[in-house]
């Protein structure tokens, strides 16, 4: 069976407290097994990533970005490869997956214009006879841990910045499909990456904590759940390093009585349901303004029955399995918790099998209508392919539901009127909001950024991340001889 290594200074290395198996969500099956490091390993990966950093940061920026443009060409050259590797691991369909990559090379060519997004500021004449100017020095080494969902995109997202900036980095993937970084730092070698700039260790709690605790990282990136990123953030605070930490989502759309209701069906089922549910992105809840409750309710049943599940290498399939057997049960005894809680489920697939693939973790397209917010199917994130349905009045109790979640990553409305939009644009707490768009996910050359629970730190991933991974210094200069001491402090 394959073995997945961890990949330090330029090389795979096999060794760690334990192997894990990786399974296949379709079929439940060992496809490879992976390495778990130990606190040796861990010490190695950070001295390596030290090791190389003095030199790539002085590494010139233009040479840094031929790096990423070489990267960037044998990311779309080897897309398919990739997109299969991540379907075996993660259960999404070859579609979803090649999508995945086409974002992550969109983080990549934002890394590419380095040279011109990541330079400092200069004010002649500040004060008499002073120029100050602004430079933006690399950190050094720094850390990145990432989810199951996006094994390629979320780490692009922290790694093409960090390393254009010219930090050196250490990327701790999901041990539940943690293939693809180690196949992104071999692409990255081939591109002329020196050794040791990028690395990937396997790992859970523990080896996440040596990261953070070791005094030579000096920042982490992380993308999970809201629990884990807190815990992360307070660790990194302790520390001293700094951090930005992205949580989990309630994401919410808000459906006006004005909207075409057959697009906002399709847009509907594509983003609940697409992906088995498992995009941060996602809409889980949609509320429905006024009387189009019913209208929408009849466009959503036939979709939900009609989106084609089977394991994700299967063509035309549009709705792969869930992650693991923990993910299923958890997704299906939130489903059971919702309609114990009052409920009606107009569509209940969650138990549903796939014939020749029994033994995957699939959970098919559910609706939970009426769902009292009070319930934990509510409250929680469900991170599954169940779209809870609600219905209010007005736009205003709409956006209170919003405000008064604990997550705000993205929120979306649907509408024809500008008033309405503009009102949700202001006031609803998400960092990421979408206007007649299902999935709200901001281009690279923006950012991603959560509200709330959904993020801890101010910095954006993406484009808002070029301060996040240097640190400014300010320098102040007068060329002139002396005119002699003066002890007051002068205004400039
Ligand atoms: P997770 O929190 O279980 O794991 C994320 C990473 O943290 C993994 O690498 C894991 O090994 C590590 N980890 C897990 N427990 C840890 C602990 N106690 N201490 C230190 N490290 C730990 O998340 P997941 O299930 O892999 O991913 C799904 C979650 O990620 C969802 O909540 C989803 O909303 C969120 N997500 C958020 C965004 C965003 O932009 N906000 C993007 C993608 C995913």
Same mark, same amino acid.
């Given at each position: 069976?394959?073995?997945?290594?961890?990949?330090?200074?330029?090389?795979?290395?096999?060794?760690?407290?334990?192997?894990?198996?990786?399974?296949?969500?379709?079929?439940?099956?060992?496809?490879?097994?992976?390495?778990?490091?130990?606190?040796?390993?861990?010490?190695?990966?950070?001295?390596?990533?030290?090791?190389?950093?003095?030199?790539?940061?002085?590494?010139?920026?233009?040479?840094?970005?031929?790096?990423?443009?070489?990267?960037?060409?044998?990311?779309?050259?080897?897309?398919?490869?990739?997109?299969?590797?991540?379907?075996?691991?993660?259960?999404?369909?070859?579609?979803?997956? $090649?999508?995945?990559?086409?974002?992550?090379?969109?983080?990549?060519?934002?890394?590419?214009?380095?040279?011109?997004?990541?330079?400092?500021?200069?004010?002649?004449?500040?004060?008499?006879?002073?120029?100050?100017?602004?430079?933006?020095?690399?950190?050094?080494?720094?850390?990145?841990?990432? *989810?199951? +969902?996006?094994?390629?995109?979320?780490?692009?997202?922290?790694?093409?910045?960090?390393?254009?900036?010219?930090?050196?980095?250490?990327?701790?993937?999901?041990?539940?499909?943690?293939?693809?970084?180690?196949?992104?730092?071999?692409?990255?070698?081939?591109?002329?990456?020196?050794?040791?700039?990028?690395?990937?260790?396997?790992?859970?709690?523990?080896?996440?904590?040596?990261?953070?605790?070791?005094?030579? $990282?000096?920042?982490?990136?992380?993308?999970?759940?809201?629990?884990?990123?807190?815990?992360?953030?307070?660790?990194?605070?302790?520390?001293?390093?700094?951090?930005?930490?992205?949580?989990?989502?309630?994401?919410?759309?808000?459906?006006?009585?004005?909207?075409?209701?057959? #697009?906002?069906?399709?847009?509907?089922?594509?983003?609940?349901?697409?992906?088995?549910?498992?995009?941060?992105?996602?809409?889980?809840?949609?509320?429905?303004?006024?009387?189009?409750?019913?209208?929408?309710?009849?466009?959503?049943?036939?979709?939900?029955?009609?989106?084609?599940?089977?394991?994700?290498?299967?063509?035309?399939?549009?709705?792969? *399995?869930?992650?693991?057997?923990?993910?299923?049960?958890?997704?299906?005894?939130?489903?059971?918790?919702?309609?114990?809680?009052?409920?009606?489920?107009?569509?209940?697939?969650?138990?549903?099998?796939?014939?020749?693939?029994?033994?995957?973790?699939?959970?098919?397209?559910?609706?939970?209508?009426?769902?009292?917010?009070?319930?934990?199917? %509510?409250?929680?994130?469900?991170?599954?392919?169940?779209?809870?349905?609600?219905?209010?009045? #007005?736009?205003?109790?709409?956006?209170?539901?919003?405000?008064?979640?604990?997550?705000? +990553?993205?929120?979306?409305?649907?509408? +024809?009127?500008?008033?309405?939009?503009?009102?949700?644009?202001?006031?609803? $707490?998400?960092?990421?909001?979408?206007?007649?768009?299902?999935?709200?996910?901001?281009?690279?050359? %923006?950012?991603?950024?959560?509200?709330?629970?959904?993020?801890?730190?101010?910095?954006?991933?993406?484009?808002?991340?070029?301060?996040?991974?240097?640190?400014?210094?300010?320098?102040?200069?007068?060329?002139?001889?002396?005119?002699?001491?003066?002890?007051?402090?002068? *205004?400039?």
């Amino acid at each position: 069976m394959r073995t997945i290594p961890h990949w330090i200074n330029g090389k795979p290395v096999e060794t760690g407290v334990e192997q894990l198996p990786v399974l296949d969500p379709a079929t439940d099956t060992p496809i490879a097994q992976v390495w778990m490091a130990d606190s040796v390993l861990v010490e190695a990966v950070v001295d390596a990533a030290e090791a190389a950093a003095e030199s790539w940061a002085e590494t010139s920026m233009s040479k840094r970005a031929h790096v990423l443009f070489r990267f960037r060409d044998l990311l779309l050259a080897n897309r398919s490869e990739l997109a299969a590797l991540i379907t075996s691991e993660h259960g999404k369909t070859l579609d979803d997956a $090649t999508g995945e990559i086409s974002r992550a090379v969109e983080s990549v060519e934002l890394a590419c214009g380095g040279p011109a997004l990541a330079h400092g500021s200069t004010s002649l004449q500040s004060g008499p006879n002073i120029d100050t100017r602004s430079m933006m020095h690399p950190l050094g080494v720094c850390v990145g841990i990432t *989810p199951f +969902n996006f094994p390629a995109m979320m780490g692009l997202m922290m790694v093409s910045v960090a390393l254009a900036a010219g930090n050196t980095f250490v990327w701790k993937p999901s041990e539940q499909d943690p293939g693809t970084a180690v196949r992104i730092a071999e692409l990255l070698q081939e591109a002329g990456l020196p050794d040791g700039v990028l690395n990937v260790v396997h790992g859970q709690q523990d080896t996440v904590t040596q990261l953070l605790d070791d005094p030579r $990282t000096q920042a982490a990136s992380f993308v999970g759940s809201s629990d884990v990123a807190h815990s992360i953030y307070k660790r990194a605070a302790q520390s001293g390093m700094r951090c930005q930490a992205f949580g989990g989502a309630k994401n919410h759309m808000v459906v006006m009585p004005d909207a075409d209701l057959d #697009t906002v069906a399709d847009q509907l089922a594509s983003s609940a349901f697409g992906a088995a549910g498992q995009r941060c992105m996602a809409i889980s809840v949609a509320v429905v303004v006024g009387d189009v409750y019913d209208d929408l309710l009849a466009r959503l049943v036939p979709r939900a029955h009609a989106v084609k599940m089977n394991a994700g290498v299967v063509p035309e399939t549009e709705v792969g *399995p869930v992650v693991s057997r923990r993910a299923q049960q958890r997704i299906q005894e939130l489903v059971r918790v919702g309609i114990a809680d009052g409920a009606t489920s107009p569509v209940d697939r969650s138990t549903e099998e796939v014939p020749g693939y029994e033994n995957g973790y699939f959970v098919g397209p559910t609706i939970l209508a009426g769902l009292p917010t009070t319930s934990e199917a %509510y409250q929680q994130e469900i991170f599954g392919p169940v779209l809870v349905l609600l219905n209010v009045d #007005t736009l205003d109790e709409a956006i209170g539901l919003i405000r008064s979640h604990r997550y705000g +990553n993205g929120a979306s409305i649907f509408t +024809n009127n500008g008033a309405a939009a503009n009102q949700f644009t202001n006031q609803a $707490t998400a960092g990421m909001v979408g206007i007649n768009v299902a999935i709200p996910v901001p281009v690279a050359t %923006y950012a991603v950024q959560g509200w709330k629970n959904s993020a801890y730190g101010d910095t954006g991933l993406n484009n808002a991340s070029w301060s996040f991974y240097t640190r400014p210094k300010y320098i102040t200069s007068r060329w002139e001889t002396s005119a002699g001491m003066d002890f007051g402090f002068r *205004p400039n």
